[in-house]
């Protein structure tokens, strides 16, 4: 008897995804078996060890559809051709790591059938219009293994060819390490960080809600041509970390049935087995979050059994009311004799001799890198053909949404071209002088203000909407189907993301990839902390979400030192891309709101908790930095720079200067990013090169104002921690007086003597 007929035998593992516990053995036997995923044939050997135990067995539904139950209504069609593909995936996984000398071959190669099942036989999509709205979204949340997308978009044609995989980590190459939105087409979001992707396909699940209620709200499920679903390919890594269960639960919580992830659950991290670190039982976490949870164990070879995979995924698409994970069991680096199974596999280069093994292994000539087969190639690039059908098939459905619903139409033709509408200027209000408003209850009145006149607007808080004034008045809150919650609708525009400010950052860059919709989020500045990781990825996406972040410096009082942000500007300011707004008033809240608007850039805007004076509107507050006062004679011999709530204390110097013959020109410096922007005469203008003496004012570090005050220049600044006290008291203790900056100015006139 050979090795490959009594390898089932050894190794026993379901052939459909089940409700069962898994009786799978260890498998740390070794034995040749068919790496061929769908009962074919024996047309090569290859060897299969597991150096460590195969885990199976986590609980799971136990009502689930059997491989020819309802759910699926038509079985999975894979052919040689098919087969060949996802082998010809594999090894160009391995030739491109191994050229480059870096990369992650393992966890391409044993998800090359998933992905090429996906691309082939899932999604609705067009390779020749990656931009098409109506297309389903794919997420490679591990996005250490980039390959598996990469590969997919060149077998499936959306541009990317041969030498763009022989190119993979190339400086100027199509194929960077991880992918990058932007960058390549078919990338739909740029993932690299763990658990950010699968956060982010949690706002793209939401905002394709949000925008079937906003063009297409009385459609029946799935017969809006703005239904689509987001597919997402997550890894062990993805669901450790703790930004995926703040999402996860939020897309329970908000029942996301169009949202499908693959959780690719191969026990395998740099360290080795996740055992060290991750022995949780996942479906059963998921369960508790309110997703569907389905299982796919592996084929008697160790490959994936696709059939599992392909039925679990329809059963997932049945479920409107329900997220859905399928833990699919794989091997990593499967089918390399050696290194399968191990830490080895997934972060280096698996060397010339396995990637030689894992080539015959597959019927490839080993002594060839990079080889594609003309009729693989073919095959693979006829979803181009099927992708057009589809599309042609979905325009029909979207004309007669379009004859039927002429002002929606309208509607979105404004938002794909990236218009606003003509009364937006308008609707921006005017705040009285003289009189004295806290920025982040301005903010409030602008925010429900754009919301009368941008029906595309919305966004809430992470528990927080009352303190950071983020709520739309009258605009329901966002849940789903039969909430319990007073005042709700499935298309509301007040996301109650709860206390998951790391989620929250991730889901509204999920919403603004979408590009249809603006969104905002909110948290006290401090708790920015939290989630500092989703920012620095939607600044780098450069991708138009707004941070709304209140309670702005110790001036928030008796919470403490806890909830008293000191660094956080400096820290914030140091993230390239982003744009930090902190307005003096509410007139330059109103005007900092409508300026983010219209300049679609990924922004936080910093508010205060206290009451502030309100001074005259000036449009300039959209060039960063303006005179806010001048000197008396129009020359001013000391230059006082401030933003937000220190703004009234310069004002107040400049006035106590002036009355001791110093000339003081006040300039109020909302955003250093939109005032780096202004031509060089502008900047002169305002911050004249021949004044030295110059004094920043700002309650926080210094650390960023240094390049603008020079070397005569002085801070007055906050370089510790606060203390839990009367707001007002505490500004006074710390410094941030009238007084303390008329004697730092008049240190800065000495020093520039």
């Known amino acids: 008897m050979n090795k490959s007929a009594i390898a089932p035998a050894l190794c026993t593992a379901t052939s459909a995804f089940t409700s069962e516990k898994s009786t799978q053995a260890s498998c740390a036997t070794e034995s040749t078996v068919s790496p061929r995923g769908l009962g074919r044939p024996l047309l090569h050997t290859v060897t299969f060890n597991l150096a460590s135990p195969v885990q199976s067995g986590y609980a799971r539904d136990a009502t689930l559809p059997s491989l020819e139950g309802p759910a699926v209504t038509q079985p999975l069609e894979w052919t040689e051709l098919d087969e060949r593909a996802v082998d010809t995936a594999r090894v160009l996984a391995a030739d491109a790591v191994h050229k480059t000398g870096n990369g992650h071959p393992g966890t391409a190669m044993s998800l090359a059938p998933a992905a090429t099942m996906l691309f082939q036989r899932i999604l609705r999509h067009d390779p020749t219009d990656p931009k098409w709205i109506g297309r389903d979204r794919f997420v490679l ?65 939401m905002d394709t809600r949000y925008i079937r209620g906003l063009l297409d709200a009385g459609a029946q499920p799935g017969e809006s041509p703005f239904d689509h679903h987001v597919y997402v390919i997550a890894g062990d890594g993805c669901l450790e970390e703790g930004i995926s269960s703040e999402a996860s639960s939020l897309a329970g ?56 995979v392909y039925a679990a995924i329809k059963a997932g698409q049945a479920d409107i009311e329900r997220p859905t994970i399928i833990r699919m069991r794989s091997i990593i680096g499967w089918p390399a004799p050696k290194l399968q199974n191990t830490g080895k596999a997934h972060g280096a280069d698996l060397g010339a001799e396995e990637v030689g093994a894992v080539k015959e292994i597959l019927g490839f000539d080993p002594n060839k890198s990079f080889q594609v087969e003309d009729n693989v190639l073919a095959h693979t690039r006829e979803v181009i053909g099927r992708g057009k059908e589809a599309h042609e098939k979905w325009d029909s459905k979207y004309n007669a949404w379009r004859a039927a619903h002429a002002e929606k139409a309208e509607l979105l033709d404004r938002l ?7 009364d937006f200027e308008s609707a921006i209000p005017v705040f009285e002088t003289g009189s004295s408003v806290a920025t982040r209850v301005a903010s409030g009145k602008v925010i429900n203000s754009i919301a009368a006149v941008l029906p595309e607007f919305w966004g809430g808080s992470a528990d927080l909407a009352g303190s950071n004034n983020t709520s739309i008045e009258g605009g329901q809150s966002f849940e789903p189907e039969g909430s319990p919650v007073e005042g709700s609708s499935p298309y509301g525009r007040i996301i109650h993301f709860g206390v998951r400010e790391h989620g929250m950052g991730a889901v509204l860059n999920g919403i603004a990839i979408g590009g249809l919709s603006k969104v905002y989020g909110g948290t006290f500045f401090t708790f920015a902390d939290y989630m500092r990781g989703a920012v620095r990825v939607g600044s780098l996406m450069d991708i138009p979400v707004t941070y709304v972040w209140t309670h702005d410096s110790v001036g928030l009082g008796e919470d403490g030192p806890t909830h008293q942000p000191v660094e956080h500007l400096t820290a914030y300011r140091a993230i390239p891309n982003l744009h930090i707004v902190r307005p003096a008033d509410a007139n330059e809240t109103a005007i900092a709101w409508k300026t983010i608007i219209e300049k679609r850039k990924p922004t936080g805007l910093v508010l205060s908790r206290q009451n502030l004076p309100v001074y005259d509107a000036n449009p300039d507050v959209a060039k960063g930095g303006y005179v806010r006062v ?18 009234q204390l310069a004002v ?37 090169s021949s004044v030295k003496a110059r004094v920043s004012v700002e309650a926080g570090l210094a650390t960023p104002w240094y390049r603008m005050i020079g070397d005569a220049g002085r801070a007055v600044s906050l370089e510790h921690y606060g203390e839990s006290a009367d707001g007002a008291l505490l500004m006074k203790k710390f410094g941030f007086t009238v007084e303390h900056v008329v004697a730092a100015a008049k240190e800065s006139l000495h020093a520039a003597e």
């Open 141 to 205: 949340s591990a996005g250490h293994s980039s390959l598996t997308l990469y590969l997919q978009l060149f077998l499936s044609g959306y541009g990317l060819e041969l030498n763009d995989i022989e190119s993979f980590r190339v400086e100027g190459s199509l194929t960077p390490g991880h992918p990058e939105y932007g960058h390549t087409k078919g990338v739909e979001v740029t993932t690299g960080p763990l658990g950010q992707g699968i956060s982010n396909a949690v706002g793209m699940a």
């Open 253 to 308: 919580t908000q029942k996301l049935g169009n949202l499908i992830v693959l959780y690719d659950d191969n026990h395998i991290s740099i360290e080795g087995n996740t055992n060290v670190a991750f022995t949780e039982d996942v479906l059963k976490r998921y369960e508790a979050y309110g997703w569907q949870t389905l299982h796919t164990d592996l084929l008697p070879n160790g490959n994936i059994d696709l059939e599992a």
């Open 416 to 422: 794909l071209a990236e218009k606003l509408p003509a």
């Open 630 to 647: 001048e000197a008396s004679n129009g020359e001013p011999k000391v230059l006082l720079l401030a933003t937000g709530s220190e703004v």
């Open 652 to 688: 107040g110097a400049a006035e106590q200067l002036e009355a001791e013959g110093i000339p003081a020109r006040v300039v109020s410096l909302p955003c250093f990013e939109w005032f780096a922007e202004q031509d060089e005469a502008y900047r002169e203008s305002v911050i004249p």
